[in-house]
């Protein structure tokens, strides 16, 4: 099984609609980020959370909102899809500490029609 | 404000064609320089951290080196399996955390 798991893997949904993106992981680490990948522009932190009690935004959180459940799980929403959200999104977690690696998940194909 | 900059955005390479691509970056306060690779499809995986200046890590066919203002990921005799995109990542003092990402180069090695 893997250390940080994703659902849905892809997702097509009409603009306008709410949908929520879920992240899971079993590597007990405290720290989970959400980034969005577009071709050309790399990864790009949308939200982050230190532990359960901590959200942070990143530099591109207009339109998206996350939720963090437990240390496991945290959940990004996208409460009104528009189409220039389609990308692919990316699940991180790392250890307390922050200059340790980020192991990511295998990502969610999001199409926004 | 933090940024890395990776080149080339795309290289091509001949099977055994020794090359090395180049990650630029500007932050206050390196706490680490990460190294991923991402096949398509997939989330990014990771290859190395860098932490000070003449710092060297190598991998199989990959050596990551660092200086205090580049980092260079060299692939000696590449084989068509190293084919994939590679991502350059920093974390300043300023970041609390976050990582940087550059826009990656993607490889692709010919047989």
């Known amino acids: 099984d893997a250390d940080v798991t994703q659902t849905p893997r892809n997702r097509i949904t009409k603009t306008g609609k709410r949908i929520m993106l879920e992240c899971s992981q079993t590597k007990g680490h405290d720290r989970m980020y959400w980034y969005r990948q577009d071709p050309g522009l790399g990864l790009r932190l949308i939200y982050y959370?230190?532990?359960?009690?901590?959200?942070n935004k990143g530099e591109i959180s207009d339109g998206y909102s996350v939720s963090r459940q437990a240390q496991a799980k945290f959940s990004l929403s996208l409460e009104s899809a528009i189409p220039n959200q389609t990308a692919l999104y990316f699940c991180?977690?790392?250890?307390?500490?922050?200059?340790?690696?980020?192991?990511f998940g295998q990502g969610t194909r999001l199409t926004v029609v | 404000e933090d940024q890395v900059t990776q080149s080339p955005e795309a290289l091509r390479l001949q099977e055994g064609e020794s090359s090395s691509l180049n990650c630029s970056y500007t932050v206050s306060g390196l706490r680490g320089l990460f190294w991923y690779r991402q096949d398509p499809g997939k989330g990014p995986e990771f290859l190395f951290t860098?932490?000070?200046a003449g710092e060297e890590k190598e991998k199989e066919r990959l050596k990551a080196t660092l200086t205090k203002k580049e980092s260079f990921l060299h692939i000696t005799a590449p084989k068509p399996e190293d084919s994939a995109t590679y991502l350059c990542?920093?974390?300043?003092?300023?970041?609390?955390?976050?990582?940087?990402f550059g826009q990656g180069t993607t490889l692709q090695v010919k047989p």
């Open positions: 860098l932490y000070s």
């Open positions: 959370s230190f532990d359960v009690k901590d959200i």
């Open positions: 991180a977690t790392s250890d307390t500490g922050g200059h340790t690696e980020a192991f």
């Open positions: 990542a920093v974390h300043g003092s300023s970041n609390t955390g976050k990582l940087i």
